[in-house]
């Protein structure tokens, strides 16, 4: 039998998809349940509600779901507003659910990735000044304290904050997220009381667990400057520096560098890192337009590639390649790519990018780049923040009928517990459910002309 062309990862290589807590568990009350009831936030006002119902039971199905898919890792985060409902109180009965899910995943054969904050706060916490406070970092170590070492003997990776600099900016910045602040000074102020929660989290964990491998998870927004390239090159150097740098030259440096702003010290910070955690989903072109006071620097989509919906941007996973190689020889730390994945109803692009992304994966483990796993998002539909349920923002390989509860398995599911089955890519694969990618990625099992020997020569 002829062994054909495959893409394989090594082994030991963490497949597995991501979720977060508010956008599954249901019956969430934190900061974000109270901001859903502001008219004109969330799309068609929706509230969360029910959720994908994980927190009444559902999550033992949705990890039978995973499962399937041959996952043998998954990421998921705890919810700080469930283990310390009140300041101070801790909740041990919500510490005792975390466990179990965290037990279902290990009985099925999955290694837990846990995030500690994916975006949602107490409700005292956002009163008392959320991201503002210079408390914030305090509070949140204390939270963690008790959350690690309620869960460590099922858990030893950890993700602190999932994409400080989105919350920062649809936070603080643009006002989009809670607390709905429009300023750049509250932005900086956040980001910054960010970093410390994240150090100050880093060495609590260390000393809680010492074996433990902690990590945070980094939105990487790809920017390139709009046409002509000499006008709008410092808006993109600006946003870079924004989104993509400052966090993580911190935890190299010790020195938080936002663009405009004076840079500070913040010398728990250097260092504070295993591993980097890696969220790729789109490409943006920066623009300068001083005409707009107060709002010179903006983004838009790009052209000429495939784009997501509203403005959600350019759809080009080939690069995450790129992002990596980027993140690896600057920080030199172990990679997750901890979300990776396209707001996609229909499921036509899916299947591509799901295959674009794992042959980045390979190309850049061809490089020697250490990454050690890869996270979908997401298992299934869930509630997608601003953008509610709005089902143009479907990012699951699982529909989720919100009404029913039912859930509905995409095309992309099958494809995707085939890569983890094989650990990587084959021709095979590709063939079936990507065929058009098949003459670029395996060109020898594609049926295209070959070049024979005595023509080359
Ligand atoms: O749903 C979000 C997730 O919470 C954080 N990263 C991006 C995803 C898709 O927008």
């Keep these: 039998m002829s062994v054909r062309a495959q893409l394989l990862m090594p082994e030991g290589f963490l497949w597995g998809c991501a979720t977060a807590a508010h956008q599954v568990e249901g019956d969430s009350v934190d900061d974000w349940s109270q901001w859903e009831e502001g008219a004109g936030r969330i799309y068609q006002n929706q509230r969360s509600g029910a959720a994908c119902e994980w927190w009444r039971g559902r999550f033992g199905e949705d990890f039978d779901r995973a499962a399937t898919l041959r996952n043998n890792a998954q990421r998921l985060s705890i919810a700080w507003s469930r283990i310390e409902p009140q300041e101070g109180q801790f909740d041990d009965a919500a510490i005792g659910r975390y466990r179990e899910m965290l037990v279902a995943l290990h009985d099925r054969g999955m290694k837990p990735m846990v995030t500690l904050h994916h975006f949602t706060n107490p409700i ?10 210079e408390e914030a970092p305090a509070l949140f170590v204390r939270y963690v304290r008790r959350a690690v070492e309620g869960l460590a003997d099922l858990c030893q990776l950890w993700c602190t904050l999932n994409e400080p600099m989105v919350l920062a900016t649809q936070g603080y910045l643009f006002g989009y997220w809670p607390p709905g602040h429009k300023s750049m000074d509250d932005m900086a102020r956040a980001a910054a009381n960010l970093l410390r929660a994240h150090a100050a989290a880093y060495h609590a964990i260390k000393s809680v667990q010492p074996n433990s491998q902690v ?55 250097k260092g504070a890192l295993d591993w980097l955690g890696v969220q790729y989903y789109q490409e943006r072109l920066a623009t300068f337009n001083p005409l707009k006071l107060g709002n010179a620097i903006g983004t838009e989509k790009p052209k000429g590639v495939p784009v997501g919906p509203k403005d959600w941007g350019g759809l080009v996973p080939q690069n995450l390649f790129g992002v990596i190689e980027r993140l690896y020889k600057r920080y030199g730390k172990p990679i997750y790519v901890t979300e990776s994945g396209v707001p996609d109803p229909e499921d ?36 997608e923040w601003a953008e509610g349920y709005d089902p143009r923002y479907s990012f699951g390989l699982y529909q989720t009928n919100f009404q029913t509860q039912q859930r509905t398995q995409r095309l992309s599911a099958v494809l995707y517990r085939e890569i983890c089955a094989q650990n990587g890519l084959s021709a095979e694969i590709v063939a079936q459910y990507v065929p058009e990618l098949l003459p670029k990625l395996f060109p020898g099992e594609s049926g295209a002309p070959q070049v024979r020997l005595k023509e080359r020569y």
């Design 348 to 383: 036509t692009l899916r299947r591509q990018w799901i295959v674009e992304s794992v042959r980045a994966l390979w190309r850049a483990l061809g490089f020697n780049y250490p990454v050690r796993g890869y996270f979908f998002w997401s298992l299934l539909d869930n509630f």
């Design 124 to 133: 005292w916490f956002a009163e008392r000044g959320g991201w503002l406070s």
């Design 215 to 269: 990590g945070y998870a980094h939105h990487h927004l790809g920017l390139q400057p709009k046409a002509p390239a000499f006008w709008h090159r410092p808006a993109a150097q600006a946003a870079d520096q924004l989104m993509n740098v400052a966090f993580n030259d911190a935890l190299l440096t010790g020195v938080f560098k936002l663009p405009f702003r004076r840079a500070i010290a913040v010398a728990s910070a």
